[in-house]
């Protein structure tokens, strides 16, 4: 099988369902976010080895391209029946989060990126999380989109930002406090 098919060599693209759009449709920019997200979190995969993170991480990959593919999704023409995000996928990133809350010092300043390289990872998943969810509200607005997935995102940026203080945490590094005028 041959990797390239030249049928988007003029700048377009098919969404699952066979509608065209332009490549710089924003129903693209999202779902290409979702795939650069899911690239920086196989980053952090590859650099924090503590075994239930890396599990729970795989498992996100996997949501991601579920995400990915509703959002490649034409919402009216495609009859393709694809993976759903459910409420509980939602709930085990919050006991996530919880648990490795439970665990680390309270948060009292704003924490500046750094200290650890697989940290450092999770705040650039985190901020490109971020655009992924301001892309998924904007297009939202304009066309259907599943509301889990907004929910589901949100809520995975504070995870990745929990697990970059669990890793600095675990690898004894303090966390580098914001001070404002310094």
Request: glycine residues 6%.
């Amino acid at each position: 099988m041959k990797i390239y098919t030249k049928k988007g060599d003029k700048g377009a693209t098919s969404l699952i369902g066979g509608v065209k759009v332009a490549k710089s449709s924003l129903r693209i920019h999202a779902y290409g976010t979702i795939d650069e997200l899911n690239s920086f979190i196989g980053v952090v995969r590859d650099s924090y080895f503590e075994k239930h993170s890396l599990e729970v991480l795989y498992q996100i990959q996997n949501l991601l391209f579920t995400i990915g593919s509703n959002l490649a999704a034409d919402p009216e023409k495609s009859r393709m029946e694809l993976p759903k995000i459910s409420e509980d996928d939602i709930s085990i990133l919050e006991q996530e989060i919880d648990k490795m809350t439970a665990q680390l010092p309270e948060l009292t300043h704003f924490i500046l990126p750094g200290g650890h390289i697989a940290a450092s990872h999770c705040h650039v998943a985190r901020c490109v999380c971020r655009r992924a969810e301001r892309l998924i509200v904007e297009l939202s607005e304009k066309e259907k989109a599943e509301p889990l997935i907004l929910k589901y995102i949100n809520r995975l940026s504070d995870y990745l930002f929990v697990l970059s203080r669990k890793i600095l945490a675990d690898n004894y590094v303090s966390e580098i406090k914001w001070i404002p005028g310094k």
